[in-house]
T-cell receptor, first 115, second 115 residues
Framework: DGGITQSPKYLFRKEGQNVTLSCEQN?????MYWYRQDPGQGLRLIYY???????QKGDIAEGYSVSREKKESFPLTVTSAQKNPTAFYLC??????????????FGPGTRLTVL | AQSVTQPDIHITVSEGASLELRCNYS??????LFWYVQSPGQGLQLLLK??????LVQGIKGFEAEFKRSQSSFNLRKPSVHWSDAAEYFC?????????????FGAGTILRVKS
C-alpha cells in the first residue's frame, strides 16, 4: 500500500543533542512538508520541498534543518538551537510542485520529548 | 491579519445529535478549502475538500461542508454523530498567491461525543 511513514513514533532527546526524524513516502509525490503541532495552535509549517535538492523555509524554520536527496525521503533534524523542541511532528506530501492547492497526505507523526 | 479561524476550541455533542463545526477565513480571493480529522496521536486524514463548483461538498464518514462566499465560511456538518467521530478537526485553506500558496490551518476543534 502507498503511504507516508515516519519513524520513530516516539523520540526522547537530552538537551543539547541533535535528533533526526525520518519521513518516507512511496506515493511518487513531488512535494513534501514538515509541520509542528502544539496543543491549541494547529499545524505550523517548518520546511517544505517541491523538488529534489531544493527546499524552502516555512514559518518556524529556526532551529531545524532538512535535506531532500531523494524524492521519497525528507528527513528533519531538530538541532540544539531549537529552544522548545518538545512537540508532535507531522510529515506530509502532495502531488503538485509549486502549488498548495492539492490535498496533502499525512504520516502518522513523531512525538519528540526533550528530557 | 489574514487567518483561518475555528471559533470553537471544544464542542461536546450527544451521540446521534447533529454537528456543525465552524470555519472562517479572512482572505480576499476564494481559496481552496479542506477539512481534516485527527485521532489522538495520529496523523491527519482528509474528510473533504472544495476547489470550485457546487458549494455543498460531500466527504467521507458521512460528513459534508458548505462553502458560503458571502460569509467567508466553510462549516463542516454531520446529521448524526457517532462515538467514533470523537477527534480533533482542522480546517485548512490553500491556493492563495498572497500567502505563498501555503496550506494554512486553523487551530482545530476538539469534538467530544457523550453517550
Amino acid at each position: 500500500d502507498g503511504g507516508i511513514t515516519q519513524s520513530p513514533k516516539y523520540l526522547f532527546r537530552k538537551e543539547g543533542q541533535n535528533v533526526t526524524l525520518s519521513c518516507e513516502q512511496n506515493l511518487n509525490h513531488d512535494a513534501m512538508y514538515w509541520y509542528r503541532q502544539d496543543p491549541g495552535q494547529g499545524l505550523r509549517l517548518i520546511y517544505y520541498s517541491q523538488i529534489v535538492n531544493d527546499f524552502q523555509k516555512g514559518d518556524i524554520a529556526e532551529g531545524y534543518s532538512v535535506s531532500r536527496e531523494k524524492k521519497e525521503s525528507f528527513p528533519l533534524t531538530v538541532t540544539s538551537a531549537q529552544k522548545n523542541p518538545t512537540a508532535f511532528y507531522l510529515c506530509a506530501s502532495s502531488i503538485l510542485r509549486g502549488s498548495f492547492s492539492n490535498e496533502q497526505f499525512f504520516g502518522p507523526g513523531t512525538r519528540l520529548t526533550v528530557l | 491579519a489574514q487567518s483561518v479561524t475555528q471559533p470553537d476550541i471544544h464542542i461536546t455533542v450527544s451521540e446521534g445529535a447533529s454537528l456543525e463545526l465552524r470555519c472562517n477565513y479572512s482572505y480576499g480571493a476564494t481559496p481552496y478549502l479542506f477539512w481534516y480529522v485527527q485521532s489522538p496521536g495520529q496523523g491527519l486524514q482528509l474528510l473533504l475538500k472544495y476547489f470550485s463548483g457546487d458549494t455543498l461538498v460531500q466527504g467521507i464518514k458521512g460528513f459534508e461542508a458548505e462553502f458560503k462566499r458571502s460569509q467567508s465560511s466553510f462549516n463542516l456538518r454531520k446529521p448524526s454523530v457517532h462515538w467514533s467521530d470523537a477527534a480533533e478537526y482542522f480546517c485548512a485553506v490553500g491556493g492563495l498567491m498572497e500567502y505563498g500558496n501555503k496550506l494554512v490551518f486553523g487551530a482545530g476543534t476538539i469534538l467530544r461525543v457523550k453517550s
